[in-house]
């Protein structure tokens, strides 16, 4: 059998050689890759330096701790008074931004003066173009009120003016002059046509003149026994009659407008009498503001000519069908009070969690009148944005932008200068009913935009315009630098969160494992988390377990426990993946040694909560086209991070073994029992050791497991979740027992980044398990197989023996292999 | 006990072409406050028909219609229209009324059809005309003197109503004027305060009034005239100017019937004008 036709069939590596080491490896590190020792694993806090015994003996700290860079752009923003400087706000969540800018804002709002009022009154030149009047600050409600009072007094005065006797005499003089003006003329004509023995009779559509006699229409056969004379002079006289009916009739619609006229001249005189004296007062109290005096004076004017004869008419029962469309009559003249800076001091500071159209910049609202949607000046609603106008105005990006037409308006609106009410219904089409355009008001106002980084840094990408309107970048630190002068700090932070929250003191001790937390939420032993709710959290969890202890302090206990219980009520997922491993449903080794198979690290992430699980990764090699073949991706189940860093795998050889031979490589690499998708280059050495072990053929110990990345210069690179990575392979080897032998291969570089959790450290101290900071693929090689990886000597060669040596004369074996694959194709050619 | 205080049996409305709404529902309200049956009287003047028998006698229609000769189907055609607009104006502001109603129409003088119809314990209500054209018309005061000259009570009523509520004033010239009688019943009726209106000669102090508002429960104020007459209009203007009033109720023989017509014009309220029993 060939070796082509051995190697087809078996469907093994070629070729095959008994492994180096096959079963116990005696571990011998040199002194450089020892475990790290205890006190790299945990930084404690020094409770030494916090200068206090429980923290209610601390001065609370408002504002901004830590965020020295965003407390800049933050009074930078607010200084600066030009158009576009508004803020985008950025950082973690649970930073408690808005807090903190709110708090920094006080301070500037209070040295501000207060912004003017705003009121919409109606327009009575165009009814539909409400007018918008500035007052000075707490004047509005003043005005509104005033207003108010003025229309109950002017109802009242006008009421009993017009039902006065005065008015009603002289009102009825005019309808009597009327009356009798008219009622002589046909008397006259009655009591001539009497004389002349004619009366008017009434038809059902109008009068005739008839021949009568004793006041009674003559009978037509009586008439006709009357001599041609008689009748032929009474047809004269009807005709003449008939004349004179038609003049008065013809003057009546004249007669009709005189007195109207006359009325409406009374009316008008008997308004301004009543009005007058009402207005005045009104006026007095705003002769300083010329625009509301000129409100009311246009307000006189139109009572005067039009408010006074509804109410006549409403007084003789004819209402007035233009005054019902307006409801009450008097309604247009009171004060939609729009904008009132009554409370507080300075500059208002405006947060809108709501951000829909309609609450950002203001909305007209509709009542039903008999089916229809109407509406008027008094049904203007203010918006966020007039609220806050003077001032600053705080938004959540997020809202914002999933509001619809929100985010266009906001921008509109700041590009304008000037705050305009769009009703969206009416552009959309949802409503066709009369609507208002408002005047604009003048827009004089800070934005903050609350976000995350990515919304920021996509909006920067894709809207160009957001640049133009938030020019002012605060971004906020998830972590400062672990010194005791921020441990103090931090110390004040959280006696002000337990302050502010009506929560029990800390004890020093209790504050040191908070601070301790923070630096494990910073996944960094040298810096503090500076995401304040996450600490808030642990000190309302901590505070409970206090007080169901009945102690009225927090003790390191108390964070101690609630630290735990936080873990476990999120933990179920975690330890159904722990017990499937323990179960070997899932095949994790945590003793002996495997040619290509090895135990990477892996985080995952659910709802808030990270732990980190192994992950059997394998590796098959035989002859082939220099191909490094990563199976997830292949499947598409890996990234393209993850796929980055298999490719540099392929480098990484090329680099070292296939300086003189091409490489005649086919290697397979898989996640084994991964069904989800892999991201991240995390595992890139975990992958290239079991390259490496499975190209020299020499097994690598299983009782480690391995996290890091690596460069195409085997280097091995910092990664994430170190903390949680380490102590998902700790729990399982901890639930088999562990053996002292067992523990985790990191990048040097996350040596710093180590907070563990006690029972790690503990069994650390206890030579139980073992950390050990690894800074290039040839260490880890070592302590995966107990055998020197072998430096190049003075001929080139590999040391004998050692790994790379196995390497790379396995891969000169493949190369050999495939030439003599091409030379038989060869030698089948020329014989063909 | 109230309710008994009253004669009234049936009220009487006379009708016309143009009717007019508000007027025929004060006289629909005063029918269902006295318990009062109605009667729609539609008077066809018969002589209207003989004008089509002159060549020469024209129909001058005012709103835009001007003149022109006067044709009997025609004539005949728009009586119908005026009956049948009277008829459902009338049933239009009676259909609620909880007593009988009826609708008739009398082709005869106004005061044979009075004479024929009416009856002691009648009020026949007259709406007063709407424009001094209508009054000049032989046909106002045709019914005019035939009902003042019946048994029955007259209600003049003003084309245009100024109010519905308020109290009833009784014009009185002595204690036992049948006015104050009828004025309290109806103001029980209508759960109203009661005024009366002393002549020259009257007196509050009388102890009638006391018996009245004792077995009325009625709230009863008095207004004098002083010296000044009762038949003069400019009396009750005086008296009653801080009054808003729905009614004024007195005897013929204190209200002649151009005198009420006035104070129907001024006052702008119904004036009932009875006969004493």
Redesign the interface.
């Known amino acids: 059998m060939s070796v082509k036709a051995a190697a087809k069939n078996s469907g093994e590596e070629f070729p095959k050689r008994e492994p180096a080491v096959k079963s116990a490896i005696v571990i011998s590190p040199p002194q450089e890759l020892r475990a790290l020792p205890v006190e790299q694993l945990y930084r404690k806090t020094d409770t030494a330096s916090l200068k206090f015994s429980t923290t209610a003996e601390l001065e609370p700290i408002d504002g901004l701790v830590g965020q020295e860079r965003a407390l800049e752009a933050i009074r930078f923003g607010t200084e600066v008074d030009q158009a576009g400087f508004n803020l985008f706000v950025i950082g973690p969540n649970g930073a408690r931004m808005q807090a903190a800018v709110k708090a920094v804002l006080a301070e500037e709002a209070s040295a501000r003066l207060r912004p003017s009022d705003w009121v919409y009154v109606h327009n009575f030149a165009d009814p539909d173009k409400p007018v918008a009047i500035e007052l000075p600050a707490g004047r509005a409600r003043a005005f509104q009120t005033t207003m108010h009072k003025l229309i109950d007094d002017l109802k009242t005065a006008l009421s009993a003016v017009f039902q006065s006797?005065d008015y009603q005499t002289r009102r009825?003089a005019i309808d009597e002059a009327f009356?009798k003006k008219?009622?002589e003329?046909?008397?006259a004509?009655?009591d001539k046509a009497a004389e002349r023995d004619i009366?008017?009779?009434?038809?059902?559509?109008?009068?005739?003149?008839?021949?009568a006699k004793n006041?009674?229409?003559v009978?037509?056969d009586e008439?006709n026994t009357w001599p041609d004379d008689k009748r032929q002079e009474?047809?004269t006289t009807?005709?003449a009659l008939?004349k004179d009916?038609?003049h008065?009739?013809h003057h009546?619609p004249q007669w009709e407008k005189q007195r109207r006229d006359e009325i409406r001249q009374v009316n008008r005189d008997t308004a301004k009498y009543a009005v007058n004296q009402p207005i005045e007062e009104a006026e007095n109290a705003f002769r300083d503001i010329p625009r509301v005096l000129r409100h009311i004076e246009t307000m006189r004017a139109d009572l005067v000519e039009n408010v006074a004869v509804s109410i006549v008419k409403g007084e003789?029962?004819v209402p007035d069908p233009a005054a019902l469309n307006d409801g009450n009559l008097f309604d247009r003249y009171e004060v939609n009070l729009f904008v009132a800076q009554d409370d507080g001091q300075g500059a208002p500071i405006v947060e809108e969690l709501h951000p829909a159209l309609g609450n950002l910049i203001g909305r007209i609202e509709y009542v039903q009148v008999r089916g229809a949607l109407v509406t008027n000046f008094r049904l203007i609603k203010a918006g966020a944005i007039h609220r806050a106008n003077g001032g600053y105005l705080l938004l959540d990006a997020r809202s914002i932008l999933l509001e619809p037409f929100s985010w266009t308006a906001l921008k509109r609106t700041l590009r304008r200068g000037e705050i305009a009410i769009e009703d969206i219904a009416r552009f959309l089409g949802w409503t066709s009913t009369v609507s208002l355009a408002p005047d604009p008001i003048p827009l004089k106002l800070k934005v903050f935009l609350f976000g995350d980084r990515l919304f920021y840094f996509l909006l920067a990408a894709l809207d160009p315009e957001m640049t133009e309107h938030f020019k002012v970048l605060a971004d906020f630190e998830n972590d400062f630098a672990r010194t005791p002068e921020n441990e103090a700090l931090l110390a004040r932070l959280v006696s002000t969160l337990a302050r502010r929250d009506g929560l029990m003191p800390l004890e020093r001790d209790a504050v040191g494992l908070v601070l301790e937390h923070a630096s494990r939420l910073a996944d960094h032993a040298g810096k503090l988390s500076l995401i304040v709710e996450q600490a808030r959290d642990v000190l309302i969890e901590a505070h409970y377990n206090a007080r169901k202890a009945k102690r009225d302090i927090i003790l390191r206990l108390d964070v101690d426990d609630a630290l735990s219980a936080r873990i476990r009520r999120a933990a179920r997922l975690r330890d159904r993946v722990q017990e499937a491993i323990l179960e070997q449903v899932a095949l994790i080794d945590t003793a002996g040694a495997h040619v290509g198979q090895i135990n990477g690290l892996s985080v995952t992430e659910l709802g808030g909560f990270a732990f980190g699980r192994p992950t059997r990764i394998t590796c098959r090699v035989r002859p082939g086209t220099g191909k490094v073949v990563d199976i997830e991706r292949e499947v598409e189940l890996g990234g393209p991070i993850h796929s980055k860093g298999v490719l540099i795998l392929a480098g990484f050889l090329a680099g070292r073994y296939a300086l003189d031979t091409p490489m005649s490589l086919f290697a397979s690499l898989v996640f084994e029992q991964s069904y989800a998708g892999v991201e991240g280059d995390s595992a890139s050495s975990a992958e290239l050791y079991a390259l490496l072990s499975a190209l020299a053929d020499v097994p690598l110990r299983q009782d480690l497991a391995v996290t890091g990345s690596v460069n195409q210069h085997g280097e091995v690179q910092a990664i994430g979740g170190v903390n949680e990575k380490i102590e998902g392979f700790f729990d399982i080897c901890q639930a088999r027992g562990l053996t002292g032998s067992q523990g985790v291969l990191i990048p040097q570089a996350n040596v710093q980044h180590l907070m563990l959790r006690e029972d790690v450290i503990d069994a650390c101290a206890a030579g139980r398990f073992s950390i050990y900071p690894v800074a290039n693929v040839d260490e880890g090689i070592m302590l995966l197989t107990g055998m020197a990886a072998g430096e190049r000597g003075s001929d080139g060669a590999y040391l004998q023996g050692s790994i790379n040596s196995r390497i790379e004369d396995r891969l000169r074996a493949f190369a050999s292999v495939r030439r003599s694959f091409a030379r038989g194709r060869d030698d089948d050619r020329s014989g063909d | 006990m109230a309710d008994e205080a009253h004669t009234f049996k049936r009220l009487v409305v006379g009708l016309e072409?143009r009717a007019s709404d508000?007027a025929m529902r004060v006289a629909v309200d005063l029918a269902e406050l006295l318990h009062l049956e109605l009667l729609g009287l539609f008077i066809e003047?018969p002589?209207?028909r003989?004008?089509a028998?002159?060549p020469?006698?024209?129909?001058?229609?005012?709103m835009g219609?001007g003149?022109r000769s006067?044709d009997l189907d025609r004539?005949t055609d728009?009586?119908d229209?005026?009956i049948r607009s009277a008829e459902r104006v009338f049933f239009g502001a009676a259909k609620d009324l909880t007593t009988r109603y009826q609708f008739k129409v009398a082709r005869a003088?106004a005061a044979e059809a009075i004479a024929s119809i009416s009856r002691l314990g009648d009020i026949i209500a007259i709406t007063e005309p709407s424009?001094?054209?209508?009054?000049?018309?032989?046909?106002?005061s045709w019914f005019l003197n035939a009902a003042f000259h019946s048994d029955a009570a007259v209600m003049l009523a003003p084309f245009?109503?100024?109010?519905v509520k308020g109290p009833v004033v009784a014009i009185a010239l002595e204690p036992d004027d049948p006015s104050i009688r009828a004025a309290a019943a109806i103001a029980v009726a209508a759960k109203e305060n009661l005024i009366i209106v002393h002549g020259p000669e009257g007196k509050d102090d009388d102890p009638q009034y006391r018996k009245l508002a004792a077995e009325t429960g009625l709230s009863i104020t008095h207004a004098f005239t002083g010296n000044a007459s009762l038949s003069d209009l400019t009396t009750y203007a005086r008296v009653l100017?801080n009054v808003r009033e729905r009614l004024v109720v007195a005897a013929r023989r204190t209200l002649e019937p151009e005198l009420a017509l006035a104070l129907v014009?001024?006052r702008h309220v119904p004036v009932l004008v009875i006969v004493p029993s």
């Open positions: 006797e009825s009356q008219q009622g003329a046909f008397s004509l009655r009366v008017i009779v009434r038809t059902p559509l109008g009068f005739a003149l008839a021949p006041g009674e229409v009978p037509p008439f009474v047809q009807i005709q008939e009916l038609e008065i009739i009546m003789e029962g | 072409p508000r003047d002589s209207l003989d004008l028998a002159f020469f006698v024209r129909e001058f229609q005012p219609g003149w006067i004539l728009d009586l229209i005026a003088g424009t001094p054209a209508m009054r000049a018309t032989r046909h106002f245009q109503v100024a109010r100017r014009s001024s």
